[in-house]
């Protein structure tokens, strides 16, 4: 499954940089199962995205492929950008303090995590995404094990 999602996704984000934005051919990604992950949008399976440079110009299905290059994405997912499946977010601003003798994270987490209140928790777990934004991760499996109360875990 990994294996499967991964090149989709790869090859989906990188359609998106300037490398490939500087692509005179046309890409076809054929047959994929597509994940827009948009509100109100439906997966569709079987379904092709034809890039022109470097942008996404058309989903559909059986879209013509003559003098385009093709990605053949048959039994694979495609979503758009990359997925980040392990996040810590509300740890964002602690960065650069687990520096303690032994190296270890959860001594230093747990005591400043201990200290954070929900606004805080906000805080890094806005500039956390916004993060991943920047760098192309659309999809993020968080973790958020700072959760001390119902007002905690609402900015999450």
């Not at 989709?8 to 992950?37: C, E, H, R, W």
Request: hydrophobic share 40%.
């Amino acid at each position: 499954m990994k294996r499967l999602c991964l090149l989709a996704v790869m090859l989906t984000g990188a359609a998106t940089s300037p490398l490939f934005a500087q692509q005179s051919t046309d890409i076809v990604i054929k047959n994929g199962y597509v994940m827009p992950l948009k509100p109100g949008s439906i997966d569709l399976p079987d379904s092709d995205i034809l890039i022109r440079q470097g942008r996404i110009a058309e989903i559909g299905k059986n879209l013509p492929t003559e003098g385009r290059q093709i990605i053949d994405a048959n039994g694979k997912f495609v979503l758009p950008g990359f997925v980040d499946t392990h996040s810590h977010l509300w740890v964002t601003t602690m960065r650069g303090q687990f520096r303690n003798q032994d190296g270890k994270f959860f001594p230093v987490s747990n005591k400043l995590g201990a200290r954070m209140h929900p606004a805080d928790i906000y805080t890094a777990m806005y500039s956390g995404a916004v993060e991943l934004l920047s760098s192309g991760i659309t999809t993020s499996g968080d973790f958020f094990d700072n959760i001390r109360g119902p007002e905690w875990g609402m900015p999450g």
